[in-house]
């Protein structure tokens, strides 16, 4: 019976097996997606300024979202 090799995953051992491409990659998704909480906070309190009685502000706050979001 063999007897099979113990892994130890940490850190290191992640950074030795992922492609460098794919590191940087993670790196930015996590810096960009860490705003994600201030950018809801900034939507939503807009959401107050609407006069929705006037639909050239509402398509004005939906194109806005729409391009932050990429929707």
Not at 10 to 31: D, F
């Amino acid at each position: 019976m063999m007897k099979e090799k113990e892994v130890q995953i940490n850190l290191k051992w992640v950074l030795s097996v992922l492609p460098v491409n794919l590191i940087v990659i993670i790196i930015i998704l996590a810096i960009t997606s860490s705003f994600e909480g201030v950018i809801n906070g900034y939507v939503l309190g807009q959401m107050t300024n609407i006069a929705f009685h006037n639909f050239a502000n509402v398509g004005t706050f939906l194109l806005l979202v729409k391009k932050q979001f990429n929707i």
